[in-house]
């Protein structure tokens, strides 16, 4: 099996209970000694086996292996990919059975973090996100008064729409945010507000 560790626990000792996104499944797996291997990191890509002789206990982990990507040790790149797999992890928190949507999504960005500016990975699969959870809206009503918006956009946690005055937050301009919202791509989007709509997905989906 093959899957993306969403979180680390410490159980007793040297142990940890491990929870990993696999193509079908969150679940969480028990590893003795997990403290002692460096291949237990929230993100990384494992290949394992389970060793399940009691169904009383979490399944034990076992043959695990480390799937590495280029940008493994790019401190800025890795930093990123922590942060949006940590607000994966609340988001999916209460789910143990996910579609394979989240495991694909988390694969297709890996491949493409070292290639491209990874804040705009992020933001990017983020909006696929929404999208597959029916939850993207391209129609410009301010959630706080129900009127449309016009000019300049604020965005609310899941990248919801406010005018910048309902809220009194950072605004772009609508029809940048709209086309960024329909083409899944930041091309035209400036590198100061990806970091602000990179901070906004950091703070939870
Ligand atoms: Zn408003």
Redesign the pocket.
Known sequence: MRGFILSINKAKEEDLVVTVLSINAKESYYRFFGTRHPIFQIGYLIDFELLSDNSKYLPRLKSVKHIDFPWIMDDTRINIWTDFIKALEKHLYDKTKVDDFYFELLLKSALILNKQNPKRVICESYLHLLEHEHRLNTNPI??????K?YNKVSLMQGYKM??P??INQYSFDIDLILNFFKSKSSIDIEDKDINWLFERVKKGF
Do not use: A, G, K, P
Request: glycine share 0%; with cysteine; aromatic share 0%.
């Open positions: 301010c959630l706080i008064c129900q009127n918006i406010t005018h005055e309902c």
